[in-house]
């Protein structure tokens, strides 16, 4: 049964935006972390940005904070991630995840540590199955 499932991906430019979706198992968006993670070639998967679906408390890390927005669409059990300014570094495929909070709204530890929260977020089950983004110049 597929939970999550990302699309919007795509070969884009330097600066140019990209927006992805997240559409989400209703049983398990309501009141749930629903995080944005990437994982380029050779590299380990990182947090991206997140968002605590209770009251929409978003997170994001320092690699994309400014350029990156995650927003949610409770009647469409939908999470997105806005890229604007878009950099090869970029390069990835994107995944979305679900999980509860640790705390109260506290998702991932508040994605401070990209590679602590990504670990912690594979410890769920309900991972899409990514969307690729390139970037080139």
């Known amino acids: 049964q597929v939970h999550l499932m990302e699309s919007g991906g795509g070969s884009v430019q330097i600066g140019d935006n990209l927006k992805l979706s997240c559409v989400v198992s209703?049983?398990?968006?309501?009141?749930?972390?629903i995080g944005w993670f990437r994982q380029a070639p050779g590299k380990e998967r990182e947090a991206v940005a997140g968002?605590?679906?209770?009251?929409?408390?978003?997170r994001y890390t320092d690699a994309v904070k400014g350029r990156f927005a995650v927003s949610q669409d409770n009647a469409k059990n939908t999470a997105y991630l806005q890229m604007n300014g878009l950099k090869p570094e970029d390069t990835a495929v994107y995944y979305c995840?679900?999980?509860?909070?640790?705390?109260?709204?506290?998702?991932?530890?508040?994605?401070?540590?990209?590679?602590?929260?990504?670990?912690?977020?594979?410890?769920?089950?309900?991972w899409g199955q990514g969307t690729q983004v390139t970037v080139s110049s």
């Open positions: 995840a679900a999980d509860q909070p640790l705390g109260y709204s506290d998702c991932w530890g508040g994605l401070i540590d990209p590679l602590w929260a990504a670990q912690q977020a594979l410890r769920s089950e309900y």
């Open positions: 209703p049983n398990i968006y309501k009141n749930n972390c």
């Open positions: 968002i605590y679906t209770g009251d929409g408390t978003t």
